[in-house]
């Protein structure tokens, strides 16, 4: 089964990602931590990719279509996987039903937290600060201004992505103000309705 977190940043996307993956046993494939990989890792992709991330813009489609094509291909995507951060255009979009269609696959739901603006910017000034206080660093892209940046970015480039998806029937809302154990109970509630599909978890 291939599913898509969806969301603003900041929305909890990687949390329930994470619990998912636990539970279902399939990988969570998150675009924005690979890309930290790489700048770890110092890798061409790494060194493209970190100017841009630190300005809160978007790493360009090709680079991100390229590292998501190689990553379906792993073994461990062969029972599906979870998508948290991708994809984040239109093209982005387009693109990976290129690459799912050539597979006889297709995204089979795309989950949308929503959580109000204000709410997020709160959000990452308490990270950011929590961050500090245990002397870790702080991700520049977390800097207020630089999310508020990342915010125009998501409401310009990435939340037309959902029309495309709607146009397919295949979006679902859940409430991402709730504490992190209902917005699990509200995902979990969306994947038995959507359960009798074919190709479905395990
Ligand atoms: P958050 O979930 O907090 O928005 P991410 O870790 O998903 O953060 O992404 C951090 C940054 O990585 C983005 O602001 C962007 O620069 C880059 N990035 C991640 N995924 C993509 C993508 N699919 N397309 C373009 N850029 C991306």
Redesign the pocket.
Known sequence: MILILF?????G??TQAARLKERHKVAHL???????AAIAQGTEVGKR?KA??????????E???GI?GDRIKEPDCAQGFIL??????VN?AKALDTMLTGRKLGVDIVIVIEVDEAALIKR?ENRANEAKAKGQPV?A??DPET?KK?LG??KAETAPVLPYYEAQGKVRKVDGMKSIDEVSAQIDGVLKAVKPRKSWFG
Request: net charge negative.
């Open positions: 969301g603003p940043p900041a929305a996307k990687g998150s675009t924005g931590d690979m890309l930290r990719a841009i991330m630190d300005k809160g813009d978007l790493v360009p489609d680079v991100v279509v998501i948290d951060g991708f994809p984040r255009t982005q990452v991700r892209d977390d999310f990342r970015v998501y």
